[in-house]
T-cell receptor, first 113, second 113 residues
Framework: GQNIDQPTEMTATEGAIVQINCTYQ??????LFWYQQHAGEAPTFLSY????GLEEKGRFSSFLSRSKGYSYLLLKELQMKDSASYLC??????????????FGAGTQVVVTP | DAGITQSPRHKVTETGTPVTLRCHQT?????MYWYRQDPGHGLRLIHY???????DKGEVSDGYSVSRSKTEDFLLTLESATSSQTSVYFC????????????FGDGTRLSIL
């Protein structure tokens, strides 16, 4: 199995930057996913890292270091609509288990005016 | 939303009754998944399917069965519902051959009284 650790909650002000860390213990995976989930809604895909390093997608960036068992999601220029839970999820190793994600409990980000 | 429909969206039933949740996709994706989401636990995989009639267990499969008789439909059955199965259930689909991440349905809120 994979123990996935994320902070439970983070608070930041509008316009600021927040970094959500995710540590995991796994023998291997094809890629690591980040999802956003607003209260009462389904998770939506944000970002995906296959290789070590930084993937940038607009205001959101994700970083992966397999050697350190560590990933982070960076949210820049925070907006009120970014208040949500952010889920870290390593995928499987094989093609058949690629989408067999194990999710962390999520980090609730609260954006204040 | 990525052509995934879950039904019903809400259901209240009594302990001991059978319940079937349906997930229907129009994307022709090979892989389909059922998760449950509970406070403090995040999303946990119940069962998944990697093709018609091909299914496998996830981490919380006890008390659940699934069937996939055609590509577009993945059914989750609670043979005899218990109060511990009160949860929000999400279906997801993915296509790893094209590096498509998992996309989720809108969820089914199930209450077992």
């Amino acid at each position: 199995g994979q123990n996935i650790d994320q902070p439970t909650e983070m608070t930041a002000t509008e316009g600021a930057i927040v970094q959500i860390n995710c540590t995991y213990q796994t023998s291997g995976f094809n890629g690591l996913f980040w999802y956003q989930q607003h209260a009462g809604e389904a998770p939506t895909f944000l970002s995906y890292n296959v290789l070590d390093g930084l993937e940038e997608k607009g205001r959101f960036s994700s970083f992966l270091s397999r050697s350190k068992g560590y990933s982070y999601l960076l949210l820049k220029e925070l907006q009120m609509k970014d208040s949500a839970s952010y889920l870290c999820a390593p995928g499987g190793v094989t093609t058949d288990s690629w989408g067999k994600l194990q999710f962390g409990a999520g980090t609730q980000v609260v954006v204040t005016p | 939303d990525a052509g995934i429909t879950q039904s019903p969206r809400h259901k209240v039933t009594e302990t001991g009754t059978p319940v079937t949740l349906r997930c229907h996709q129009t994307e022709n994706h090979r892989y389909m998944y059922w998760y449950r989401q509970d406070p403090g636990h995040g999303l946990r995989l119940i069962h998944y399917s990697y093709g018609v009639k091909d299914t496998d267990k996830g981490e919380v499969s006890d008390g659940y069965s699934v069937s996939r008789s055609k590509t577009e439909d993945f059914l989750l059955t609670l043979e005899s519902a218990t109060s511990s199965q009160t949860s929000v259930y999400f279906c997801a689909i993915s296509d790893p051959t094209s590096n498509q991440p998992q996309h989720f349905g809108d969820g089914t809120r199930l209450s077992i009284l």
